[in-house]
């Protein structure tokens, strides 16, 4: 099973990245996927989770209306839009399958997103 996050970097405030996740080892499409964040020193927090079908999102109420998560259960990628950034959001983001029902769930090994000027 492997899940390994691409896509973090240095960028200035306002500006965008995009990660992405890409899953290996599992039924892909079994699994609610889910992004999530820590900066240091602070707890691991839920960023965005899309349904096993992609048909339901939801986000974290500091990043709603600048991130998107989206998935694509053929390549077996998930993918977090990030917009308009802020010193806030700089952490590292991680991403998780978790499987309904059960206690079964992967994480990645996270990709480091830093937003300073």
């Known amino acids: 099973v492997r899940l390994v996050e691409s896509g973090g970097g240095l960028v200035q405030p306002g500006e965008s990245l995009r990660l992405s996740c890409a899953a290996s080892?599992?039924?892909?499409?079994?699994?609610?996927m889910k992004w999530y964040r820590q900066a240091p020193g602070k707890e691991r927090e839920w960023v965005a989770g899309v349904t096993r079908d992609g048909g339901v999102k939801d986000y974290a109420e500091s990043v709603k209306g600048r991130f998107t998560i989206s998935r694509d259960n053929r390549r077996k990628t998930v993918t977090l839009q990030m917009n308009s950034l802020k010193v806030e959001d700089t952490a590292v983001y991680y991403c998780?399958?978790?499987?309904?029902?059960?206690?079964?769930?992967?994480w990645g090994q996270g990709t480091q997103v830093t937003v300073s000027s």
């Open positions: 998780k399958a978790e499987a309904l029902g059960s206690d079964n769930a992967y």
């Open positions: 080892g599992f039924t892909f499409h079994y699994y609610v």
